[in-house]
């Protein structure tokens, strides 16, 4: 769940700005069928099997645009949800309804996609011991839907941003001219609260990190076999994260490797919506 500030200082910005996208002069077609206000009230439902997240953001979508309007939800994030159920009801001023219904639906379902389908990779890695981690591969300005996303539906979030944590990817290695180089320079640069992960390719690479002393190394894009040899090599001087085009469909298959980490870009990236609508759209007794 998002704090109320949290809401106000980083998601109320994003929300504000997708409305603007959507509405810049006036809902021309809501405004010739509904030219007062009249109260009315809208179904949520779901349309497909998954898990469900991002209620909070679709309810605050109609309050910034109207603070008169009331959801009611029969889930949670977080919760499985099923073709058909009825998930919650929303109630406000018919015109604030039709004009955030996208907006919101937007929100919704891409974060309750995510959720889904991180939840279904991480039920591959149940039991043992490894943690799903995300990447930065979000769409710009939805980073911390999305990444709110992942953890509601079981993985974990790596670094937020590049203020967030060191890791020297391969460029950075170049730029600095070795492993070695890069990992010293990062421990003056840095704070010492920050440890440093450090992405190699090959043995090579991997020897080197460990002489270092990075604290977290990165295997990317390595063959099955190599990685088990880098584990073994490592032997725990280094906590080990394997990343590189990890999928639902390949993931298991790394679960004996005996990483620390396992990191996904398609978790955002790749995730399908969760298809859900706003049905039934009615008005109700009283006015606005």
Partial sequence: MFDMATMKLDVDPLILSALKEDITSGDVSTNSVM?????????????QDGTIC??????????????????????????AVSSGQLIGKIRGDIRTLLCGERTALNYLQRMSGIATYTHSVASLLTGTGIQLL???????????????AVRTGGGHNHR?????????????????????????????YAPFVRKIEVEVENL????????????????????HEQMKEAVDFIAGRAQVEVSGNVTKENIAALADLGADYISSGALTHSAPILDLSLK????VSGSC
């Fill in 35 to 47: 030219p007062d206000a009249q109260e009315g009230e809208a179904d949520l439902i779901c349309k």
């Fill in 204 to 223: 090579d690479m991997v020897k080197e990190a460990v002489q270092a002393g990075a604290d977290i190394i990165m295997l990317d894009n390595m063959t």
């Fill in 134 to 148: 995300d990447t930065r591969k979000t769409s710009p300005n939805n980073r911390i839907f999305e990444k709110y």
């Fill in 280 to 283: 039934n759209l009615h008005t």
């Fill in 160 to 188: 937020y941003n590049l203020s967030d944590g060191v890791l020297l990817k391969d460029n950075h290695i170049g730029a600095a001219g070795s492993v070695q180089k890069a990992v010293r320079m990062a421990r003056a």
């Fill in 54 to 79: 991002g209620l909070q953001v679709f309810e605050r979508v109609f309050t910034l645009l109207d603070e008169n309007v009331k959801a009611e939800f029969f889930v949670k994030d977080g919760d």
